[in-house]
C-alpha cells in the first residue's frame, strides 16, 4: 500500500449505507414448509436424509455436499450435509 491511500478517509456521501441495517432481506426462493428440514428430523437411511436434503436444496436453489461423516468402526454414526457454497 502507499502512503497517499494509508490515511484515506471517505466522505459521509461516499459511503453506501444501503446493506447496513437491522432488516432480514427477502428469501431468494421461497420453498414450501412441508419440504423444509426441521431440527430433531429422524430417518431410516443415510440415502433418505441425503434424498430429503438434495430435494430441499434444489427447491431452494443451491446445492448441498457432505463436509464431515463420523463412524465407530464400520457404522456410520453421524453426516454433516452442508451447502457447497458454504465459508465462500
Known amino acids: ?6 490515511d484515506c478517509q471517505l ?3 461516499e459511503v453506501d449505507y444501503e ?9 431468494l ?14 430417518f431410516t437411511t443415510l440415502e433418505d436424509a441425503g434424498k430429503v436434503y438434495r430435494n430441499y436444496a434444489k427447491t431452494a436453489g443451491f446445492s448441498t455436499r457432505v463436509r464431515s461423516t ?3 468402526g464400520n457404522e456410520i454414526k453421524n ?3 452442508t451447502c457447497s457454497r458454504e465459508g465462500k
Open 1 to 6: 500500500m502507499d502512503d497517499s491511500t494509508s
Open 79 to 81: 453426516q454433516l450435509i
Open 29 to 42: 426462493s421461497v420453498v414450501d414448509d412441508q419440504f423444509v428440514p426441521k431440527v430433531g428430523m429422524t
Open 70 to 72: 463420523n463412524r465407530k
Open 19 to 27: 446493506f447496513e441495517s437491522n432488516e432480514v432481506p427477502e428469501p
Open 11 to 13: 466522505n459521509p456521501g
